[in-house]
T-cell receptor, first 108, second 114 residues
Framework: GQNIDQPTEMTATEGAIVQINCTYQ??????LFWYQQHAGEAPTFLSY????GLEEKGRFSSFLSRSKGYSYLLLKELQMKDSASYLC?????????FGKGTRLHILP | DSGVTQTPKHLITATGQRVTLRCSPR?????VYWYQQSLDQGLQFLIQ???????AKGNILERFSAQQFPDLHSELNLSSLELGDSALYFC?????????????FGSGTRLTVV
């Protein structure tokens, strides 16, 4: 939604690393979120980038480049429980606008 | 338990009917947001209330309306239901009117229109 683009689906192997990219076409936003959502469940917060650069939190890292209109979520040491959708979202006008999400499949 | 309570969890109803979805925000949160998630559209922002007042409106149909009551719980009313209204409806809450470090989401109401 609202000019936020992510791949629809990705597949990776347990124990590997995967990078999920997000591009957007707006300059007016306060920060960029990544959420994880398991099928049929509520989204849960993963990360929030306000400034350019890399934010690391355990196995997950998120990167933002405002000049390039680009973000990525990096997941390391993949586990089967990481099979979920990952939603890129923008904080705009005090509400969160979500992309359609990337469905990540983890193979054993 | 996130602290945001949505009822009912599941709802099955016929086309043309009207339903009410309820959301109780986390204790202390003044702001409530409603989202619709259908299979092909992702999470779509519908409407936001802050301390009883409507704050922002998204792509909410005229058949849909919402309100926030003095005790801060919110209701989303969907009328003249169509098959395409089948979706997951989430509410989320924050302390103030700004999203800051994100929302706390409820577990959602799955609406099926038959």
């Amino acid at each position: 939604g609202q000019n936020i683009d992510q791949p629809t689906e990705m597949t990776a192997t347990e124990g590997a690393i995967v990078q999920i990219n997000c591009t957007y076409q707006t300059s007016g936003f306060n920060g960029l979120f990544w959420y994880q959502q398991h099928a049929g469940e509520a989204p849960t917060f993963l990360s929030y980038n306000v400034l350019d650069g890399l934010e690391e939190k355990g196995r997950f890292s998120s990167f933002l480049s405002r000049s390039k209109g680009y973000s990525y979520l990096l997941l390391k040491e993949l586990q089967m429980k990481d099979s979920a959708s990952y939603l890129c979202a923008l904080n705009r006008d005090d509400k969160i606008i979500f992309g359609k999400g990337t469905r990540l499949h983890i193979l054993p | 338990d996130s602290g945001v309570t949505q009822t009912p969890k599941h709802l099955i109803t016929a086309t043309g009917q009207r339903v009410t979805l309820r959301c109780s925000p986390r204790s202390g949160d003044l702001s409530v947001y409603w989202y619709q998630q259908s299979l092909d559209q992702g999470l779509q922002f519908l409407i936001q209330y802050y301390n009883g007042e409507e704050r922002a409106k998204g792509n909410i149909l005229e058949r849909f309306s919402a309100q926030q009551f003095p005790d801060l719980h919110s209701e989303l009313n969907l009328s003249s239901l169509e098959l395409g209204d089948s979706a997951l409806y989430f509410c989320a809450s924050t302390t103030g009117g700004q999203v800051g470090y994100g929302y706390t989401f409820g577990s959602g109401t799955r609406l099926t229109v038959v």
